[in-house]
């Protein structure tokens, strides 16, 4: 009897631990979220934030504006949800092959706290070379989400640890700004190649 109870306070905790990031996402980018409507995100010319990128340049919303851009928030520690979308986005940039030299690919943390320039030049490195890591200030990061109309909080898993919740859709933009689509995390490669495609043949055009 003895035994059963460490199982079943774990199993509890699990449960807890569970419901909390469900409501979470359910609030932030779940069905639970704002009225997406009006939450369009502005065009990069039209936001005003300053970043890092993973190997200390200043970055900020100009210097995307070369090529077309697909822009994701997130953070080194996720368990599923980023890792996955960046594996995504490393065989989007192998699938269109030459063509990903025209596309930059951002990815900005939402936990500045730990994810260093240094974390995450390993982390980003680890899915595809192409991809940039950004990270600042946590007010440089609100500020950065803000035009984006990305949205963050953390949670508490309990003994000072935390995770994030956040949204988790890839922001597709073409190379003079104007936002063209978002890309979900789980869309099938079918439907997001023609989406950053068209990013890329908006972004030819208008060269």
């Not at 934030?49 to 090529?67: K, R």
């Not at 953390?154 to 890839?170: F, I, P, Q, R």
Request: charged content about 20%; some cysteine; glycine content about 8%.
């Amino acid at each position: 009897m003895t035994r059963a109870k460490p199982l079943a306070y774990g199993a509890g905790l699990f449960v807890v631990l569970s419901l909390t990031l469900f409501v979470g996402w359910w609030q932030v980018d779940g069905p639970g979220a704002r009225d997406p409507r009006g939450q369009r995100p502005m065009a990069l010319s039209a936001m005003d934030f300053s970043l890092i990128d993973h190997e200390g340049n200043a970055v900020g919303p100009d210097t995307i504006m070369d090529n077309a851009s697909l822009v994701f928030f997130g953070f080194t520690y996720c368990p599923d949800v980023c890792p996955a979308t960046l594996i995504h986005i490393a065989g989007w940039l192998e699938e269109i092959e030459n063509r990903s030299r025209r596309l930059n690919a951002i990815f900005i943390t939402v936990d500045p706290e730990r994810d260093t320039p240094k974390v995450l030049a390993e982390y980003v490195t680890n899915f595809h070379p192409a991809i940039r890591g950004w990270t600042g200030s946590p007010d440089q990061i609100r500020r950065a989400a803000e035009g984006f109309r990305a949205s963050f909080e953390k949670v508490s898993t309990g003994s000072d640890g935390y995770l994030m919740n956040h949204t988790a859709s890839v922001f597709l933009f073409t190379s003079n700004g104007r936002f063209i689509s978002t890309i979900d995390a789980h869309e099938p490669k079918e439907f997001a190649i023609p989406k950053i495609l068209r990013a890329l043949e908006s972004d030819q055009n208008q060269k």
